[in-house]
């Protein structure tokens, strides 16, 4: 490999790896990993949570986050597996009970690419991916009907 192509092939890595860094530390941030004060767990300074609170969970925050920055312009591979995982992370990570709060927290383009990834996990699955996709396709054609699954299908931009 000449030297030149060998560069171009580092610098490929290392974007790939910078993007791949950003999506999980936005995706890890959503959820909240990062944002841990110790001390309010302390006895003097711990309150009970109210019930009434209409704020989001932190893995809805999480799917939000991975659709908004989807990278369906890219013609990197790489970069489209990396983000596969983490959007299937965030998925399967989420209780049944959750799929269909989240679905119904985001709008129709959000939507559809929610479908894009789901069509995609179907590609490749692994053990307990299927049935949880299912369910997620379950909801998701509920809220945004049969013109989701058009649109998706024939959508030229991949994920």
Same mark, same amino acid.
């Given at each position: 490999?000449?030297?030149?192509?060998?560069?171009?092939?580092?610098?490929? $890595?290392?974007?790939? =790896? !910078?993007?791949?860094?950003?999506?999980?530390?936005? *995706?890890?941030? +959503?959820?909240?990993?990062f944002d841990i004060d110790v001390d309010q767990y302390n006895e003097d300074n711990y309150k009970e949570d109210d019930c009434g609170e209409s704020q989001s969970p932190p893995n809805i925050e999480a799917l939000? $986050?991975?659709?908004? =920055? !989807?990278?369906?312009?890219?013609?990197?591979?790489? *970069?489209?597996? +990396?983000a596969l995982n983490v959007v299937m992370q965030v998925l399967l990570s989420m209780k049944s009970s959750q799929i269909e709060e989240a679905v119904n927290a985001l709008d129709r383009d959000q939507l559809d690419i929610l479908m894009k990834y789901i069509y995609r996990g179907f590609e490749t699955p692994s053990e307990g991916s299927s049935g949880q996709l299912l369910a997620w396709h379950e909801k998701v054609h509920a809220v945004a009907g049969v013109g989701c699954i058009v649109r998706v299908l024939t959508d030229k931009k991949r994920v």
């Open positions: 490999m000449t030297g030149s192509r060998r560069s171009i092939k580092v610098l490929s $890595t290392n974007i790939t =790896n !910078a993007i791949f860094r950003k999506i999980t530390m936005l *995706v890890y941030s +959503a959820m909240g990993f939000k $986050t991975v659709l908004r =920055n !989807a990278p369906i312009s890219s013609r990197n591979q790489m *970069v489209k597996d +990396a």
